[in-house]
C-alpha cells in the first residue's frame, strides 16, 4: 500500500463510503480504485487527484497532504546512481533487496535518517 493509497483508503471507511459506490462517483472501475488504495497502480493524474480532492471536499491543509502524499506513492520508483558515489548505488541496491524484510519501525527510523541527512547536505550545500 502507498502512502496515498493508505490515506484514501482511510478517508474513504471513516464517511462510511464503500469502494464501489466511489468509484462510480468518480467515473472509474472499482478495480482501479482498489489498485490505487492497495499500490498496484502509480500515482493518479493530477487531474484524477483533484477529483478526489472534491470528492472528499477537504479543507485546504488536506489537500496539501493528499498531493504531497501523491509526490511519495509511486509504487514503482527507479533510483537512478549513474555518477554518484559507488556508494550511492550499494545503498540502493541493498534497500531493493531488503526493503521487503524491514519492519515499520526500521522503514519509520530509515525514512527519518535520509530525511535528516539530506536536508543537512542542502543546508551545506547553499
Keep these: 500500500m502507498t502512502p496515498l493509497g493508505a490515506k484514501i483508503r482511510k478517508m474513504r ?11 462510480e462517483d468518480l467515473n472509474v472501475s472499482s478495480a482501479y480504485l482498489s489498485a490505487l488504495e492497495h499500490g498496484h497502480r ?12 472534491a470528492y472528499f ?3 485546504w ?3 496539501e497532504e493528499l ?4 509526490e511519495i506513492s509511486d509504487p514503482k520508483i ?14 540502493a541496491n541493498k534497500l531493493a533487496k531488503n ?28
Design 13 to 23: 471507511q471513516e464517511r462510511n463510503i464503500p469502494l464501489k459506490k466511489m468509484a
Design 42 to 53: 502509480g500515482t493518479p493524474t493530477w487531474f484524477m487527484l483533484q477529483r478526489i480532492i
Design 57 to 59: 471536499n477537504v479543507i
Design 61 to 63: 491543509d488536506e489537500a
Design 67 to 70: 498531493q504531497r502524499l501523491a
Design 78 to 91: 527507479t533510483i537512478e546512481t549513474a555518477g554518484l558515489e559507488p556508494k550511492a548505488t550499494e545503498l
Design 99 to 126: 526493503i521487503s524484510s524491514l519492519e515499520p519501525d526500521d522503514l519509520d527510523f530509515l525514512v527519518a535518517e535520509v530525511e535528516q541527512r539530506g536536508a543537512r547536505a542542502r543546508a551545506k550545500k547553499k
